[in-house]
Structure formats: structure tokens, C-alpha cells
């Protein structure tokens, strides 16, 4: 009997932590959210130069302005784990080929998370290095990652680690000492991921927007990534160029408003509201606009491609370019 009771006294205090956790205020969080709420959220920083996790950031102060700059960046938000992006995704078998930069499968992916020290049913925030608009569409690849597996609480923080520097928030370099996590995948949201044929349809058909979303220099065909095998963009695709997604602050990128965004889109010939697919040389820079597109101006039919332009023309697919 007393067994009895004390299982349900430990379901029923497991229920009432649940019932207590602590709701996402969205996809994105600023700073000053964060650092109220530090405690009841899982902070994992994701990025390519982990020895930067450790590394002291340097500051300098201009001496005619008395503004402070951010040299090098270092350091991490106390309790973070770290993403090693380089691991994020992998090299996978595709009719035959091998392909790199794909999304890892579902097994793999949870290794990852769980070495980071990542748990399941506590709110995930993903901190980007801040800098860059390359390293902040790092933490939106694998935010999408985690999407496509199931995970919808998680957000990704405002201005990175650049801009909770800046704002004058602590910060540690103390080595990352996590326990292995518990996170597992809750499903698989197939609905988040286009394949070859799907966006050879609509390059075909124009239903569906494909949103290239590469510098306009590779999307006009003037230059290209080594890994993809020709020039140019897929026909009928829209540039919404990767400087478009942020702006810049003391040296941190932040997001624009859901409005913004909704102008800058139908400005570049892309509806808001149509299904999309975006792509890019690999699948990196495409999870920035994927991000804004369905998570910010909230469009449910957008799709990322998966491998981008390195599977499309490991596949013989054409492209249009200007220089032809």
C-alpha cells in the first residue's frame, strides 16, 4: 500500500513539473528572455570553431567614440552544451550515389543531441555565434533538424552569442562538462523535407516557389561552390539572398520583424503565403530562409531541400545561368 502511494506521489509531482515548464515565447527569444528564464530552459550553443567555446573574447574600445567592439569571439552562456556543426549532417547512399551535407538518420542525429547533453521535455534554445549570417543559419540548420524530428520546443536566440556579449551578459569559458542527455525523436515530419522530384515539379509547374537562397553571384551563374556541379540556379527560382535575413547591431545579426520579412519576400517575387521550397548549394544557407518563411512569417507548406544544388547536379539536373 505505501508502495502504492508513493508512485502515485511521484507520478503526480512528475505531472505537476510538466505542468510548470516553462512555454517558448517563439522561434525566437531575445536576451534579456533568456537570461530570465536560463534555468528553466536547456542552452546549446551550436557552431564550427568549437575551440571558440573556450576561448576568451576580446573587446576593444574605440578611443574617439568610447564604442566597444567585439574583435574575437569566445567564450559561451554558463551551462551550454555545444553542437560541433561540422558533425551536424552526413554523407549518405541516394539511388546509388554518395551525397554529402543530408540530414543525419534519425539514430545518428539523437547521438548527436545526447552527446551535447541534451534532454528530452525541457525546452531547447540554440545560440549561434552571431557574427556571421553563415554561422546563424548553422543554429537554423539544426534547429530544422530537430524539426524534422519531431522537437517544436525550440527557439533560437536573437543576436547569438556576439550580441549576449555586447548586451553585457556573463558569460563562461569553462571546458563544456555535460552528462550524456535523453532526447529522442517524437516522430518524423517528412512534410519539412522536398526531394529532387519535388522541386523538379515545381521548377515545372510554379505552384510551389523555389526560393534560392544563395548570394546573387552564384545564383546568376557568375560563380559556384566547388562541391556543385555547375553553374546558375533551377529555372523559375526566386533569389532571396542570405544578407537579407539579419541586420546588424554592435556587431551582432538579429532578426527582422514578421512584416519586414513578409515586404522583403514579395519584394523578391515570393508570396508569403504560397508554398515554398528552399534551397541553396547544400542545404546550409537555405535553413535561414526556410526559418524566416515558415517560423517567423508562419507559412506551414515550406519545405527545405535537402542536399540543395550539390544533390541536383550530382543527379545530371540542369541549371540556368546568365553566362549561357
Given at each position: 500500500m505505501k508502495f502504492k502511494q508513493v508512485a502515485v506521489a511521484i507520478s503526480l509531482s512528475a505531472l505537476a513539473t510538466l505542468a510548470q515548464a516553462i512555454t517558448l515565447p517563439g522561434s525566437v527569444v531575445n536576451a534579456d528572455w533568456l537570461s530570465k528564464h536560463q534555468s528553466e530552459v536547456q542552452v546549446i550553443e551550436v557552431t564550427s570553431d568549437v575551440a571558440s567555446f573556450t576561448r576568451q573574447p576580446e573587446i576593444e574600445t574605440n578611443a574617439k567614440t568610447g564604442k566597444k567592439v567585439l574583435t574575437e569571439i569566445g567564450g559561451h552562456i554558463e551551462g551550454s552544451g555545444l553542437i560541433d556543426f561540422t558533425k551536424v549532417r552526413a554523407e549518405r547512399m541516394i539511388d546509388g550515389k554518395k551525397v554529402k551535407y543530408l540530414i543525419p538518420e534519425k539514430v545518428d542525429f539523437e547521438k548527436l543531441v545526447q552527446a551535447a547533453g541534451v534532454k528530452r521535455d525541457q525546452p531547447i534554445v540554440l545560440v549561434p555565434i552571431g557574427l556571421d549570417i553563415a554561422d546563424v543559419d548553422e543554429a537554423l540548420r539544426v534547429l530544422w533538424q530537430f524539426k524534422v524530428y519531431g522537437e517544436s520546443n525550440i527557439a533560437v536566440l536573437d543576436g547569438g552569442l556576439a550580441g549576449w556579449i555586447m548586451d553585457g551578459?556573463?558569460?563562461?569559458?569553462?571546458?563544456?562538462?555535460?552528462?550524456?542527455?535523453?532526447?529522442?525523436?517524437?516522430?518524423?515530419?517528412?512534410?519539412?523535407?522536398?526531394?529532387?522530384?519535388?522541386?523538379?515539379?515545381?521548377?515545372?509547374?510554379?505552384?510551389?516557389?523555389?526560393?534560392?537562397?544563395?548570394?546573387?553571384?552564384?545564383?546568376?551563374?557568375?560563380?559556384?561552390?566547388?562541391?556543385?556541379?555547375?553553374y546558375g540556379h533551377i529555372a523559375g527560382a526566386k533569389n532571396f539572398a542570405p544578407e537579407l535575413l539579419t541586420r546588424s547591431q554592435n556587431g551582432a545579426l538579429y532578426f527582422l520583424s514578421k512584416k519586414s520579412y513578409e515586404e522583403l519576400l514579395t519584394q523578391n517575387g515570393i508570396m508569403p503565403a504560397t508554398p515554398a521550397i528552399s534551397y541553396c548549394n547544400s542545404g546550409h544557407f537555405a535553413a535561414g530562409s526556410w526559418f524566416v518563411a515558415s517560423e517567423i512569417v508562419g507559412n506551414p507548406a515550406v519545405k527545405l531541400y535537402d542536399g540543395s544544388l550539390h544533390l541536383w547536379t550530382i543527379e545530371g539536373r540542369p541549371l540556368v545561368s546568365v553566362t549561357r
Open positions: 551578459k556573463t558569460f563562461s569559458t569553462a571546458k563544456a562538462e555535460k552528462p550524456i542527455g535523453n532526447w529522442i525523436a517524437k516522430g518524423e515530419r517528412k512534410d519539412l523535407i522536398a526531394s529532387s522530384s519535388d522541386v523538379e515539379q515545381a521548377s515545372k509547374s510554379g505552384k510551389t516557389t523555389l526560393i534560392d537562397s544563395r548570394p546573387p553571384s552564384q545564383y546568376f551563374g557568375i560563380s559556384k561552390r566547388d562541391y556543385v556541379g555547375d
